[in-house]
């Protein structure tokens, strides 16, 4: 029921979406393995999450666009995972709410913030700290969009605008965008790791690809 440009960018990948498929099939390759009358009790999925509680080890990561799917936008997200005891990674790029008015209606839900490194540092220092002081436990960093992907299904379904509540308008565009290169200093483990620290809060990294950067 979306408009094919939203469907386009909800269900498509960069390129020739090769490793869109490659996830896929990989996943199906999973198996569950039932073993029956074990005299097992009952299974407890709950566990902690960066030392918050969870009903079970299942997240919502975090997504662009979504008033592009539903009018509610992200705050039906995390009443959902608050419905069911877990989290919703809030990102930053909401549509109708502003990360602080989100913490503020699921605060259940709404405890870990996404932050990329498409930004400037100092808006960046200034997005956790606002995080911070609206209550959110811990952050999410995205690394691994250095350049925005070419998405060429989205390109034969144009149309679809993103909205971000979290900044001014028109101001964050070009931080989202700009793929000319000119940037700050480039990004490392260790510099990373310094401008977290001053944030105060636990962090997990998100677009760990490999086994070397899972254990820088």
Known sequence: ILPPDVLAYVEGGAEDEHTLADNRRAFGGWRLRPRMLTGAPAADPSTAFLGMPVSMPI?????????????GGYRGVLEAAAAHGT?????????????????????????????????????????????????????????????????????????ATIEISNFEPGAIAHAFMDDTGEREEPWTWARLADVMA???????????????????
């Open 59 to 71: 997240l919502v990561a975090p997504f662009a666009g979504d008033t592009l799917l539903h009018a």
């Open 87 to 159: 989290l919703a990674v809030v990102p930053e790029a909401t549509g109708k709410d502003t990360l602080e008015a989100l913490a503020s209606a699921a605060p259940e839900a709404a405890r870990i913030f996404q932050v990329s490194l498409r930004h400037p540092e100092a808006v960046l220092v200034d997005l956790l700290q606002r995080a911070v002081d609206a209550g959110y436990s811990a952050c999410c960093v995205t690394i691994d969009v250095p350049v925005v992907g070419v998405r060429r299904r989205e390109l034969q379904h144009p149309g």
């Open 198 to 216: 001053a944030a105060d809060v636990p962090f997990m990294v998100k677009g760990v690809l490999t086994a070397e950067d899972a254990r820088a």
